[in-house]
């Protein structure tokens, strides 16, 4: 009997100390918490440089996002049209999300599209150069039925640092994990009805370079 007993003791000392790392380990804080409180809203002017908003929507937006899930991943959504002085249009998303674990993940604008009726046809990373520095970005070319073709241009964040997904976003959920933080994230999202992808490409740099340079 001493051996089972052994045993057996062994085991419970096992699942005690698996039980006490998860509890350490378990994040508590939210990373939303240390920043300064603001909403999409408010933070996004809606004109700035050549670029303002355009209440009567010609574009006519076709959201990506389901509808069902918005108010379950995201603490917050803004979506806008904007027009410059040539008539162009850029269709803004942002998408945020204050929890960022398994389960409450933004969606990325590749699985999305497809999900809404969309055909992607290229998935290419990319640098968009600001003055603020360089970001690292994902660009889309789509098409809704041979007819409405929607460049798009996007990048996610997993708390303070950009992130495109996959093993990185991983590697960064966990570095938060282990100090205990929960981490918040966003989808930056910019698209435009063009059939040229390197014309709509060039206008949506266009456009970020100018938010960017207003933005606090």
């Known amino acids: 009997m001493k051996p089972m007993m ?3 003791f062994s085991l419970g000392a096992l699942m005690l100390l698996t039980t006490g790392l998860t509890h350490v380990m378990t994040p508590t804080t939210y990373f939303a918490q240390s920043r300064p ?3 999409l809203e408010r933070a996004v002017p809606k004109q700035f440089g050549d670029w303002k908003e ?3 929507q010609t574009a006519n937006i076709i959201s990506p996002d389901r509808i069902a899930l918005l108010n379950k991943l995201y603490s917050e959504t803004l979506t806008r ?3 410059n002085s040539a ?6 998303s942002i998408a945020y999300g204050q929890d960022q674990r398994k389960g409450n993940e933004v969606h990325y604008p590749e699985v999305c599209y497809p999900a809404q009726g969309f055909e992607l046809t290229s998935l290419t990373p990319s640098v968009l ?4 520095g360089s970001i690292v970005v994902n660009r889309l070319e789509t098409n809704l039925s041979k007819q409405r073709y929607e460049p798009v241009t996007y990048w996610t964040t997993i708390g303070n640092q950009v992130t495109l997904g996959g093993s990185d976003k991983r590697v960064k959920e966990l570095a938060f994990g282990l100090k205990g933080v929960i981490p918040d994230g966003l989808v930056f999202r910019v698209s435009t009805i063009d059939r040229e992808p390197s014309h709509a490409y060039g206008v949506q740099d266009a456009f970020v370079n100018a938010l960017l340079g207003v933005l606090t």
């Open 87 to 92: 008539g162009e249009r850029v269709m803004l």
């Open 6 to 8: 052994l045993v057996s």
């Open 37 to 39: 409180k603001s909403t």
């Open 129 to 132: 150069k600001t003055e603020q």
């Open 54 to 56: 355009e209440i009567q």
């Open 81 to 83: 049209t904007y027009v």
